[in-house]
């Protein structure tokens, strides 16, 4: 019993279609929610932890220890009135902030979330294909990022819109290849590989101790998906303002910033189904959930250290790095990969 | 172009109020796609015409304006003055006075050279190191506040001496802040050199070669970085620093990395000097009776001096020209940062946006100084 048949339940009265068309719009929600809070509480995490890295307090003045901080930001963005460049391109400018949203909560929607307590099974939908679907959705994001630069009639936009794309060139192949050495070691063990379920289930030992190279290689990628230091020259704030949100304001801006955090999360929950073993974990069936959000945790502790203690990469540097290093070894993984399952040992 | 098109660069306006420019640098930037084609540094945003206000006050007044040039070193530029003022005036300052000058000079650099760090590190994305080192240097704050009363725009030399002596409270603060200094140092230090990313942004980004930078008149670390030790405090001693024991760091690699670690090894000497000046610090008044508070207004200077003393940003000169008055008829600064900036257009030549910033961060400008 999953928390989407106890939902159709109550609304059972309406007839079996109209029940689950509107439980799925109530996960759905549910799940959007859910990720706008995680994405709340982890920015506040970012700012503790960035202030007890620094040697300072940071947020305490809002609510019992700043709790409320991020809220009164976000409230502050929402009165803020949204100041627009003269000569954009005004359905791209208006467009582009709501496809990173809209990429990252779809994201959201086909993590496997696992079982908690009473409510079963959270996930809202699932496919045989959900890995592919995962990531065709998180890819509409660069297009929202590229799409702002193109259309705000800024010169820094697009000079950060241009280093995006080629930040998104050079490390999205090594990240499919790992992706697929994955797939290729599930497929051993269970019949539905592409499905997030699939592979979280073939994992009795998690990936990450059969393929610690694919693990670095996804990890890496996944911090440049969210474009966070060092691998931040598309915002560079040294170099270019703050690259293709730099003629942002107010809640389009809000959303960049929810779009920023939201894939720093939405990646450490990917890269943990993928090679941390997900939901598994003692007592799968009560607290599968709550082993998903302490893996996450710790991958987003990690990505938050990476981002305070590294310099920016210089995007030449980057783009070598991600055709010369990174593709040749996921090229080496997805073959060891291959002999790992031919042998039998994943 | 081949095909009849003609090629057309970005033109790219950075400052005057962009996050890395420090101050208020402007800098038009011709671009082709990554590669900076053309820099032209536009200066004066900050121009206040401190020499020209200089000619117009007495000469224990003008002190205050050369606080305000490299606001971040404001001790060392006091030195740069009153070293001229009292050569015009003739009026020495007594031996405690210099060593107390000696100890303030040092603890400045060492602050300016800390801000230059944290500035660098945020020009190259890194953000933590900045309060690591800011955290330091509000504690040399805190001895300035001590001594003069004001943490940043100390004024706290004046012409023959200085405005509060040295007391038990202030040298204890000094020692107690250099027995913590040097472990922090070296442990921001090793959170830059011990890092790939960080070498790979720096080594070999922006060469300057000896020649070249002799004859754009550089001075300073950035001189010495590229591997001439040519340093005010050796070559031509103020003060007491003939009879200090310290040595004039220098690299040969010429490159930004060098610079970073030109400016970190200074600071190593400083807290040496430091410490040796307070072993040496002479009894004696703090200031020079000739120039006592109620005869200050009425000195009066002829003649023709230059004065010329190591600033953090390098070589800072002072130009007075008296006419038997009681104010300056001229007066005029060699800044070292306006001197530096010149490079800047040299350096960043067929380079990325990136390294650009990286060598204009290099520089270490202050646009007091630059500007005036």
């Known amino acids: ?346 | 172009m081949e095909n009849g098109l003609e090629k057309k660069y970005i033109e790219l306006n950075m400052g005057p109020q962009h996050p890395s420019t420090h101050g208020v640098l402007r800098l038009k930037l011709l671009l082709d796609g990554e590669t900076v084609k053309h820099v032209e540094p536009v200066i004066g945003y900050l121009h206040r015409n401190a020499e020209k206000i200089c000619e117009l006050d007495y000469y224990c007044d003008s002190l205050i304006y050369f606080d305000r040039m490299d606001y971040v070193a404001a001790m060392n530029m006091e030195i740069g003055y009153l070293e001229a003022a009292e050569k015009l005036l003739a009026i020495e300052p007594t031996e405690r006075v210099k060593w107390i000058r000696v100890v303030m000079a040092e603890l400045g650099r060492i602050a300016s050279h800390l801000v230059w760090a944290g500035a660098f590190g945020l020009d190259l994305g890194m953000l933590t190191p900045f309060f690591y080192f800011f955290e330091e240097r509000e504690k040399i704050l805190n001895i300035f506040t001590e001594v003069s009363g004001s943490r940043q725009e100390t004024n706290y030399m004046s012409i023959g001496g200085v405005y509060q002596d040295f007391n038990d409270k202030i040298i204890y603060k000094i020692r107690e802040f250099l027995k913590q200094f040097p472990k922090k140092l070296e442990e921001a230090y090793s959170l830059f050199v011990k890092n790939d990313i960080f070498i790979s942004r720096t080594k070999g980004i922006g060469i300057l070669e000896p020649e070249v930078a002799l004859s754009y008149g550089v001075t300073g670390p950035m001189l010495r970085a590229s591997g001439v030790p040519y340093d005010v405090r050796k070559d031509a001693p103020y003060l007491v620093y003939d009879k200090l024991n310290f040595d004039i760091p220098i690299s040969k690699g010429k490159d930004v990395l060098s610079r970073f670690i030109v400016r970190f090894e200074e600071m190593r000497q400083s807290v040496k000097i430091v410490q040796q000046a307070l072993d040496k610090i002479p009894d004696g008044p703090y200031f020079n009776p000739k120039a006592k508070k109620s005869l200050m207004i009425r000195l009066r200077g002829e003649g023709d001096v230059y004065a010329r003393t190591e600033s953090p940003k390098g070589e800072f000169g002072v130009h007075l020209i008296g006419d038997g008055t009681v104010k300056p008829y001229r007066v005029h600064v060699r800044s070292p940062s306006f001197k530096n900036l010149s490079i800047l257009p040299y350096l960043s030549r067929d380079v990325l946006i990136a390294d650009m910033v990286a060598i204009s961060g290099s520089i270490d400008l202050v646009f007091g100084e630059v500007d005036r």
Do not use: C
Request: proline letters at 4%; hydrophobic letters at 55%; glycine letters at 10%.
């Open chain 1, 1 to 346: 019993m999953n928390l989407l048949t106890r939902i159709a339940d109550i609304f059972g009265f309406l007839g079996h279609f109209p029940a689950y068309a509107i439980a799925y719009i109530v996960e759905t929600l549910i799940v959007i929610i859910f990720g706008t809070v995680a994405v709340a509480g982890m920015v506040y995490l970012f700012r503790k932890y960035m202030a007890r890295v620094q040697i300072r307090i940071g947020p305490n003045r809002v609510g019992k220890f700043g709790l409320l901080q991020v809220m009164a930001d976000g409230l502050k963005l929402f009165q803020k009135e949204s100041i627009m460049p003269s000569g954009r391109d005004d359905l791209a400018y208006k467009v582009a902030p709501v496809m990173v949203f809209i990429g990252l909560m779809m994201g959201f929607v086909f993590i496997p979330y696992g079982p908690l307590a009473w409510f079963g099974s959270l996930t809202v939908t699932h496919s045989d294909v959900s890995l592919v679907i995962l990531f065709a959705l998180i890819a509409i994001m660069p297009i929202g990022e590229i799409l702002s630069g193109i259309a705000s009639n800024n010169k820094y936009a697009m000079l950060g819109a241009l280093r995006g794309v080629a930040k998104d060139i050079s490390f999205e192949v090594p990240m499919m290849l790992s992706i697929l050495s994955v797939v290729v070691m599930a497929s051993a063990n269970v019949t539905n590989p592409l499905d997030l379920n699939g592979i979280i289930q073939a994992q009795s030992i998690p990936f990450i101790i059969l393929e610690p190279l694919g693990f670095i290689i996804f990890f890496i990628s996944m911090i440049a998906r969210a474009s966070q230091s060092p691998f931040d020259m598309g915002e560079s704030d040294s170099e270019l303002v703050t690259g293709n949100t730099t003629e942002y304001s107010g809640l389009r801006f809000g959303m960049f910033y929810l779009g920023l955090f939201g894939t720093i999360f939405l990646g450490s929950m990917i890269v943990s189904i993928m090679y941390l073993g997900g939901y598994n974990g003692p007592e799968v069936g009560y607290l599968g959930f709550v082993w998903l959000l302490i893996k996450t945790m710790i991958l987003v502790v990690i990505t938050l250290t990476v981002w305070l203690s590294m310099p920016r990469v210089r995007i030449d540097k980057f783009v070598n790095f991600g055709w010369k290093i990174l593709l040749p070894l996921s090229f080496i993984q997805l073959i060891a990969a291959g002999f790992l399952t031919l042998g039998g040992i994943a």
